[in-house]
C-alpha cells in the first residue's frame, strides 16, 4: 500500500467514523424524548389521581409539552444554524433532561406544568438539529436510510416506556419514571466528548460574513419554490403528528375501557404497534433512497388512509394486535423521510431551522389531536375519532402531490 493510499483510506475511515458518532448521539437523545412523552401517557391516570387534577388538565400537561416542543424547534433551529449543530443538540438535551428530572419534585400541577413545558423547550431542539447532523455527515446514497435511524431512536424509547413502564410505576411510583430523565445528561457528555462539527455547516460558515447573512427564517420562504416547499412539509408533519399523538396517547385507555385490557396488556399491544412502526421507519428510508421521496411518502399515506379505517372496525384482540402494528407501519413510518426530505429542500444556512420550525410547527398542531379524539371518543365513539384521522391523511396525499418537490441524491447545498 503506498503512503497516498494509506493516507486516503485513514481520512475515508476518519470520516466514517464521526458519521457514526453524529448518528449515534442523534439516536439516543431522540430515543430518550420517545421515552419521556410515552411514559407520561401512561402516568397520566396515576398522576391525576395523586395531584388531585381534572381531565382536562391532565391533558394539558402532554399539549403544553408541544407547544414547548415548538417553542424549543424555532429557539434551537435559529441557533444550530447560527452557532453549530452539536453545541445546541448538547444544549437541548441538558435542558430537557434536568426539567424531566424537576418534575419529579411536583407539589402541583402549576409547578408540574412550568417543568413539562421547559422540558418540551429541549425536546423540541433535538429531532431537528440531530437529523440535520446526520444529513450533513453522510453521502446522498445514504441519506434517507440514516435519517430514517434518527426516527427509529424515537421508537427505541417508546418500545422501552411500554415495557418497562408497567414494571417500575408499581415499584418507583411516577416521580421515580420522571426522576430517570435524568439519563439523558449522560448522552450530552457524550456528544460533547465525540462528536464535532459538519464539515459542510463549518466550511460554509467560514465563507460568511455578518455582514451578508441572512435569518435563516426568511430563507424558509425566500422564493416560491421554498414557500410551497415549507408548506408542503407543515401540512405533512401536522397530519403525522396529529395522528400518531392522537393514537398513541389515548388508545392504551380505548383498549382499556372497551376491551378490559390490563395496564400489562395494554402495554404488550403498544410495544407491538411501536415494533410495527420501526419496521415502517426503517422500510421508509430504504424505499426513499431506492425509489424516491414523493413516492414513497404518497405510498405510506395511502396506506394509513386504508390501516386507520380498517381498525376502527376490529373487534377481537388478536385482530387488534394485528392490526394494531399494521397500522403503526403507515402511520408513523413516515417519519423515516422528513430528515433527508427537508435537508434536501433547504440550504445548509437554514438547514436546522427548517427540520426544526417546520417539524415543531406540525408537532404543535399535532399536540391538540389527543385533545379532538378524547372529544370524540367522548362525544361519539372510538371508531368516530379513528375515522376523523383516516380522513386527515387525504390532505398529505394533495400536499405531498402538488407542494413537494422530488431532490433524492442531490448534494446538500
Not at 190 to 202: D, K, N, Q, S
Request: overall charge positive.
Amino acid at each position: 500500500m503506498t503512503p497516498a493510499s494509506s493516507a486516503t483510506d485513514s481520512r475515508a475511515s476518519a470520516k466514517q467514523g464521526y458519521a457514526g458518532h453524529a448518528l449515534i448521539a442523534s439516536v439516543l437523545g431522540y430515543a430518550m424524548d420517545g421515552f419521556d412523552l410515552l411514559i407520561l401517557g401512561f402516568m397520566l391516570p396515576v398522576i391525576a389521581a395523586d395531584l388531585h387534577l381534572s381531565s382536562a388538565q391532565a391533558g394539558s400537561l402532554v399539549t403544553w409539552t408541544l407547544i414547548g416542543a415548538v417553542a424549543g424547534g424555532l429557539i434551537f433551529g435559529v441557533l444550530s444554524d447560527y452557532f453549530g449543530r452539536v453545541r445546541m443538540l448538547t444544549w437541548t438535551i441538558l435542558i430537557f433532561a434536568v426539567f424531566t428530572g424537576l418534575c419529579a419534585l411536583a407539589q402541583g400541577y402549576t409547578d408540574l406544568l412550568v417543568y413539562r413545558t421547559i422540558a418540551g423547550i429541549g425536546l423540541g431542539g433535538e429531532f431537528g438539529i440531530g437529523m440535520t447532523l446526520v444529513a450533513e455527515a453522510w453521502p446522498a446514497s445514504q441519506r434517507a436510510r440514516v435519517s430514517s435511524y434518527v426516527g427509529l431512536g424515537w421508537q427505541l424509547g417508546v418500545l422501552a416506556a411500554a415495557l418497562l413502564t408497567p414494571l417500575l410505576l408499581p415499584l418507583i411510583g411516577w416521580r421515580g419514571m420522571f426522576a430517570l430523565g435524568l439519563l439523558p445528561a449522560v448522552v450530552s457528555f457524550f456528544v460533547r466528548r465525540r462528536v464535532e462539527e459538519p464539515a459542510l455547516f463549518t466550511e460554509r460558515a467560514a465563507r460568511r460574513t455578518s455582514g451578508t447573512r441572512k435569518l435563516p427564517l426568511k430563507l424558509l420562504v425566500a422564493d416560491g419554490r421554498t414557500t410551497r416547499a415549507s408548506i408542503g412539509v407543515v401540512i405533512l408533519c401536522s397530519v403525522q403528528n396529529f395522528g400518531y399523538y392522537g393514537l398513541m396517547i389515548w388508545l392504551p385507555s380505548y383498549l382499556s375501557k372497551t376491551f378490559g385490557y390490563s395496564l400489562t396488556r395494554s402495554g404488550v399491544w403498544t410495544a407491538v404497534t411501536v415494533l410495527g412502526m420501526a419496521a415502517g421507519i426503517w422500510l421508509f428510508g430504504v424505499a426513499a433512497d431506492r425509489f424516491g421521496r414523493k413516492p414513497t411518502f404518497l405510498f405510506y399515506q395511502a396506506g394509513a388512509v386504508v390501516m386507520v379505517f380498517v381498525y376502527a372496525h376490529l373487534t377481537t384482540p388478536s385482530a387488534l394486535l394485528i392490526g394494531g402494528a399494521a397500522m403503526g407501519v403507515f402511520v408513523n413510518g413516515m417519519i423515516g423521510g422528513y430528515g433527508a426530505l427537508i435537508s434536501e429542500l433547504f440550504p445548509t444556512e437554514a438547514r436546522a431551522t427548517a427540520q426544526n420550525v417546520l417539524f415543531n410547527i406540525g408537532r404543535a398542531v399535532g399536540g391538540f389531536g389527543p385533545v379532538v379524539v378524547g372529544a370524540l371518543a367522548a362525544r361519539y365513539s372510538f371508531g368516530a375519532a379513528l375515522a376523523l384521522l383516516a380522513s386527515i391523511y387525504l390532505l398529505d396525499i394533495f400536499a405531498t402531490l402538488l407542494l413537494i418537490a422530488e431532490r433524492r441524491g442531490v448534494e446538500l447545498d
